[in-house]
Every structure is written in structure tokens, then in C-alpha cells.
């Protein structure tokens, strides 16, 4: 097989030929390219409006476009987009499977820079691919909508909601993640009620009754909504955000309390002030036997931590019960302690826990693992980092939907 044959074979540009090919040596410094220009071939042209082939074009512009390389060498195509004259829908851009119609790369191109996108940081595949930062942002997000699959509500009847800072304090998310196959249902802007209505409006009358229980945090907005689109379902608050919760409202209050308590004791007072993290950490977390013989020796010598600390392994117990009687009987002996430990943010938290108790017990019925939920705030975050600077949220809304596609149910 000749150079010009393989290159017409393996390029698959349909209605087109190769005619010149040439490689542009650098002048300078430039990198060197492979030069293809494009040659029509086929005098039939298929109309994007109605998909049916016509014999006539209305006009035709030059265009550049961005091929994969070959053989390490950047690939520049040059031909004609023709727009066909359709005597159904008038002048309409000529349908290309290779090409899409406002893009400057070719489809496989726009494939392999999406692929990319999914692992690097858009700076990265830009310097790599040879494009700007725009263009693989907007290659990147047309590739996500045109591949990201439509709500599709079959079998969902347990949902996860929760929010997510998107830039700190001003731009949030709202998640809506199906609890079973953890795949990202709708990405909302904002958060509260508003940001959820149009996932139920999208779901209609037969979705919203297929809906069992939703998983939230208990201070979220959105849960008035959700009693008012979905009465028959259940509330289940979440371990993730009451342990959050517990964490900053009890443990860093009383390492507070302790630190001021000990200010003549400057080796102590040290010690509680700099062990936050430490403290607010997940045990299974902690990075090596330094951090745990710290934290020990740091419960060993302060009793109010201590006591704030076991009692937040206790309150994730609540959660592992599948009996609601014996999660009961937990919750009565975990409120008895709090309340003798003689310590306020402790007993302040359990008396406003008190009141929102049965969401939580709910958990023995309906088993909902929100454990996803952590993922996926650290998805977010690198997210953020790697579309470093974007100011688009629905470029970061098609990124989360396409990093949790979900398990098969
Ligand atoms: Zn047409």
C-alpha cells in the first residue's frame, strides 16, 4: 500500500480525499506538521436538518481543521465545508460523522481529548494536544453532553441529596445521587428548595412516587421540598453530615473550652490547641503511628475530650442497626451520657438531636451508604483544580455527573 493509500484508508474523512499531503518542515523553532488537504469527492451532500442526501450545496467555506497525529506529528486538515441547498430546510450545514458541525478538531480527536480531560487538568491536554485552553474546555464539555446518558428514573427509589460549595461561600451545587447504584442523578445550581424542583419536575408524577427515601443532611433546605413533591417517602439524615456536624459543634467547641481552661499550664494548653485535626480526622485516617500515639496520649491526659471523642464513635453506631428497637434503646443510653457529661456544646447538641431523632432511626429501615458522599466532594475539589480558574458551572455540573456514571443495579 502506498503513503497517500494508507493515509486516505486509515483517515476515513468520507465524502473526502487526501490530495496534497505534505509535512511542513519547522521553520525556525515551530514543531513540525503534517499538511492534508481535503479533497471533495462525493457530490451528494447529506443535510444536518433532515438527514437526507441532496444534490446540491449552497455554499462552501475553507476551514482548518485539527486531526489526531501521526506518528507523534501534529495533523492539520484543510478543506471545504460545504452548506447544502435542502428544499425542505434551506441552507443547512452539511452532516459529517467524522466532524461535528461547529467544531474545529475531528470527532476522534474531540474523543481523545475528552478521555485526556477525564485525568489531567485541561492546562495539561492543552500543552499536549497542541489547542488552547478554550477550545479543550469546550471540546471536553461538548463531548460530555453529547455522550452523558438522559434521566433515566427506572428503579431509582432511594436518593442522596446534598450540596456542595463549588467556589467557597457564594457558588453551590445541589446532588441528587440514586443510593443504590451511587450514579449522580442531576446536578442543581444553588442549593434549597429551588435547586431540586426541576429535578422532580424532570422526573414527573410517576418518578416522584417511585421514591421511597432520601438521605440529607438535617439542616437541608431541600427537605421541605422533598415532603411536599414526595409525601410517601422517608427523610434519612446522614451519618456523614452529623458526624461533620458533631465534629465541629462538639469536639472543636470543647477543645475550645479546654484550651482556655489550661492556660497555666502551657504544655497542656499547646497540645489541645494544636490537636484539631487530629481530633476532627477519622480515626482510620490517621497517617501513621505518630499521629495515633498523639491522639492517645492527648485522650489520656484530658478527660473532656475523651469523653466528646467516645461518644462520637458511639453516635456512628446509630447508624449500623437494622432493628429501630434496639437503635432506640442506643439512642437513649448515647442522650444519657451526654447529658450527665456536665459539658454545654455536648449537651446542647444532643437536646437539638433529640428532636430530629427519628430521621436517624429511620436508617434501620431504609440502609442508605452515603459514603459516596465524601468521594464526592473530593472529586469536586480536584475538579476545581483541574479546570483551574473556570467560571462555568455547568461544565462542573457534566463533570461530576461524568465522573459517578453509577454501578450497574
Ligand atoms: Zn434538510
Redesign the pocket.
Known amino acids: 500500500m502506498s503513503w497517500e493509500q494508507c493515509i486516505r484508508v486509515l483517515g476515513g474523512w468520507t465524502g473526502y480525499e487526501p490530495g496534497t499531503v505534505e509535512v511542513r518542515e519547522a521553520d525556525g523553532q515551530g514543531p513540525r506538521e503534517v499538511w492534508i488537504a481535503l479533497d471533495r469527492r462525493s457530490s451528494r451532500y447529506r ?6 442526501l ?1 444534490p446540491r450545496y449552497h455554499d462552501a467555506e475553507e476551514r482548518e481543521i485539527r486531526d489526531l497525529p501521526i506518528l507523534g506529528v501534529p495533523v492539520r486538515l484543510f478543506l471545504w465545508r460545504f452548506r ?1 441547498a ?1 428544499p ?2 434551506g441552507p ?1 450545514l452539511e452532516a459529517l460523522e467524522w466532524l461535528e458541525p461547529r467544531s474545529r478538531v475531528t470527532r476522534r480527536m474531540a474523543e481523545d481529548v475528552a478521555r485526556l480531560c477525564r485525568v489531567l487538568p485541561i492546562k495539561h491536554v492543552a500543552e499536549r494536544c497542541g489547542l488552547d485552553w478554550h477550545t479543550v474546555k469546550a471540546i471536553d464539555k461538548a463531548w460530555m453532553l453529547r455522550t452523558l446518558p438522559p434521566l433515566d428514573m427506572t428503579g431509582v427509589t432511594r436518593l442522596i441529596m446534598d450540596e456542595i460549595a463549588i467556589h467557597k461561600g457564594h457558588r453551590y451545587a445541589t446532588l441528587i445521587v440514586d443510593a443504590d447504584t451511587r450514579k449522580v442523578l442531576w446536578v442543581g445550581k444553588g442549593r434549597g428548595r429551588e435547586a431540586v424542583r426541576p429535578f422532580f419536575e424532570a422526573i414527573g408524577g410517576e418518578g416522584r412516587k417511585g421514591i421511597r427515601a432520601v438521605a440529607m443532611d438535617m439542616h437541608a433546605p431541600f427537605e421541605v421540598e422533598v415532603r411536599a413533591q414526595c409525601p410517601g417517602a422517608e427523610i434519612v439524615y446522614d451519618l456523614f453530615h452529623v458526624v461533620m456536624k458533631y465534629g465541629r459543634e462538639v469536639i472543636d467547641r470543647v477543645r475550645v473550652d479546654e484550651a482556655n481552661r489550661l492556660r497555666k499550664d502551657k504544655a497542656a494548653r499547646k497540645l489541645v490547641k494544636g490537636s484539631k485535626w487530629l481530633l476532627l480526622a477519622n480515626r482510620e485516617n490517621l497517617a501513621g503511628q505518630t499521629q495515633r500515639v498523639r491522639l492517645k496520649e492527648l485522650l489520656e491526659a484530658n478527660q473532656a475530650l475523651m469523653t466528646v471523642y467516645l461518644l462520637r464513635d458511639d453516635l456512628k453506631r446509630l447508624w449500623g442497626y437494622t432493628r429501630e428497637g434496639w437503635a432506640r434503646r442506643a439512642w437513649e443510653d448515647w442522650l444519657a451520657r451526654a447529658m450527665e457529661s456536665g459539658l454545654t456544646p455536648l449537651k446542647t447538641f444532643a437536646r437539638n438531636l433529640t428532636k430530629r431523632i427519628d430521621g436517624i432511626l429511620a436508617q434501620c429501615r431504609w440502609k442508605l451508604n452515603t459514603s459516596i458522599l465524601e468521594g464526592i466532594n473530593n472529586k469536586a475539589k480536584v475538579i476545581k483544580r483541574m479546570a483551574y480558574g473556570f467560571r462555568d458551572d455547568d461544565y462542573f455540573a457534566l463533570k461530576i455527573r461524568s465522573a459517578f456514571p453509577g454501578n450497574a443495579r
Open positions: 443535510c444536518s436538518g433532515c438527514g437526507k441532496r447544502v435542502c425542505t430546510c443547512r
